[in-house]
Each structure stands twice: as structure tokens, then as C-alpha cells.
């Protein structure tokens, strides 16, 4: 097989593979924190939720948290929050967290990340 056969092959068949649907939510710091915990958990910690919207069986909770007041990395000091909406279980188990709103962090990019992965 030429190696133009080849390459072509192994795109068509990479492309393929992100065709394919699993259920399991793209993996992020936050995600990969969260998911499979109770909801309870992050709602006693960070602020109950505001909103809430039956979607099937799961439930869609609005919610925002984190008011605070940090210093980014320039220096300067901004107030900041996080919202999002996340997706819960009939079991209560939180099984998808979406960032509505964000703002740039005093670390990085995010402070939704930066506040929701802290142990």
C-alpha cells in the first residue's frame, strides 16, 4: 500500500471514531471531578441551585456560585462568579456539568475551574 493510501486510510478511519456516540460527557477538570457525585454535594458547598427544568428522567438545575472578589494576574482585582447548568439523575447524581458564565481566573482561564476543582 503508497503512503498516500495509507495516510488517507487512517484519516477516514479517525474521522470514523469521532462519529461514534458513547453517553460518556467529554472529559474536563471539572466534569472529571463532579460527575457521579451527589448534586447535594456541590450545591452545600458552592450555592444551592437557582432554576430547575425536568428533561426526562433528569433534572437541568441552573445555577451560579462563587461570588468573590480575586486578583488576576495583572494585578488587577475584579468580583467574579461562575454559573452553569448542570444536568442531575433521577438518583441525584450529577451526571453533566455545562459553564454558562465564566470569567478569566487568578491563575488561568477559568475561574469556574479554578473554584470547582479545589478539593
Given amino acids: 500500500m503508497s503512503r498516500r493510501a495509507l495516510v488517507s486510510t487512517a484519516l477516514i478511519a479517525l474521522s470514523l471514531t469521532a462519529c461514534t456516540t458513547t453517553g460518556i460527557v467529554a472529559a474536563n477538570p471539572i466534569n472529571t471531578r463532579w460527575v457521579g457525585r ?6 452545600a458547598k458552592y450555592n444551592p441551585p437557582l432554576t430547575d427544568t425536568q428533561d426526562g428522567s433528569n433534572t437541568i438545575y441552573g445555577w451560579r456560585g462563587g461570588y468573590t472578589k480575586i486578583k488576576q494576574q495583572g ?27 465564566d470569567h478569566p481566573g487568578a ?7 479554578e473554584l470547582l476543582t479545589k478539593p
Avoid at 107 to 113: I, Q
Wanted: proline share 2%; charged share 15%; net charge neutral.
Fill in 38 to 43: 451527589p448534586a447535594g454535594e456541590l450545591f
Fill in 75 to 101: 494585578g488587577k482585582t475584579v468580583s467574579v462568579s461562575c454559573a452553569a447548568k448542570i444536568t442531575v439523575s433521577e438518583d441525584y447524581v450529577i451526571k453533566n456539568i455545562q459553564i454558562t458564565g
Fill in 107 to 113: 491563575t488561568s482561564a477559568s475561574y469556574c475551574t
